[in-house]
C-alpha cells in the first residue's frame, strides 16, 4: 500500500483535484434534497463516476459531509479572520472592517454557494457548529474590546453580549442570502443600511435631528 510520502505531487493534486469535486457535489446535493434523501449513488451518478471511485477518496457519506462542514467553516474562517482585530483607531475604521467582512461573505456566497447552504441548512453535528460559531464570537468580540479600549466604543458595553448579536446579525444575513442569492441593490443596502443600524442604533440618526 502506498503512504502519503511515495504519492507524486502530481498525484497528490490530482487526489485533491477529485476529492474537491467530490465534496463540490454532495454539498449541492445535500443542500438541495437533504443529506438523508441524497445517497452514494446520487453522489457518483452527478459526477459521472461509479461507486468504486467514490470511495477511494471517501469512507462513507458521513465522512463527505464532515470533509464538506470543515471545508465551509476554513472558507468563512478565512473570510472572516482576515481583519486584524486591534488595528482600527476609530469607529469609522471598525466600521470599515465589518463592511469588508460582510462584502467578502457575498463573495463567498457568489464562489460557494452550495457549501453555505450546507453550513445553513444540514449541519448534522451541532456541537462542531456550535464550536466555529463560539470561535468567530470570539474572535469578533477582540475587536469590540479594542474599541472600548481605545475610546471609539462605550465604555459600558457588555463586548461579550455585543459580540453575540453582531454575530447574529452576520449569521443571519448570510442564511437568508444562501436562500436567495440577493441583488446588487440589496447588497448596497445591507453595506450601508444595514451598518448605520449596527453603528448608529435604531433611533434617528443625528443629522436629522
Do not use: C, W
Not at 463540490?24 to 457518483?44: C, M, N, P, Q, V
Amino acid at each position: 500500500m502506498r503512504t502519503s510520502e511515495d504519492v507524486s505531487p502530481a498525484d497528490a493534486e490530482r487526489i485533491d483535484r477529485r476529492r474537491n469535486e467530490i465534496i463540490g457535489a454532495a454539498a449541492r446535493l445535500f443542500s438541495e434534497k437533504g443529506y438523508h434523501e441524497t445517497g452514494i449513488a446520487d453522489i457518483a451518478a452527478f459526477l459521472g463516476i461509479g461507486h468504486g471511485t467514490f470511495y477511494r477518496y471517501f469512507k462513507n457519506k458521513m465522512d463527505i459531509a464532515s470533509s464538506a462542514f470543515d471545508r465551509v467553516v476554513a472558507l468563512l474562517g478565512s473570510t472572516m479572520l482576515g481583519e486584524d482585530p486591534e488595528s482600527s483607531n476609530t469607529i469609522a475604521e471598525y466600521r470599515e472592517q465589518v463592511g469588508r467582512i460582510v462584502y467578502r461573505l457575498f463573495e463567498l456566497l457568489d464562489t460557494e454557494p452550495a457549501l453555505v447552504r450546507l453550513f445553513h441548512r444540514n449541519s448534522l453535528d451541532i456541537d462542531r457548529l456550535s464550536g466555529a460559531m463560539d470561535e468567530f464570537t470570539r474572535y469578533t468580540e477582540r475587536f469590540i474590546v479594542n474599541g472600548v479600549r481605545k475610546g471609539f466604543l462605550r465604555a459600558d458595553l457588555n463586548t461579550e453580549l455585543a459580540a453575540q448579536l453582531l454575530m447574529a446579525v452576520l449569521f443571519d444575513v448570510t442564511r437568508r442570502a444562501a436562500q436567495q442569492t440577493p441583488s446588487a441593490e440589496l447588497r448596497e443596502r445591507l453595506l450601508t443600511d444595514g451598518l448605520d443600524i449596527i453603528f448608529l442604533g435604531l433611533g434617528e440618526r443625528p443629522e436629522r435631528r
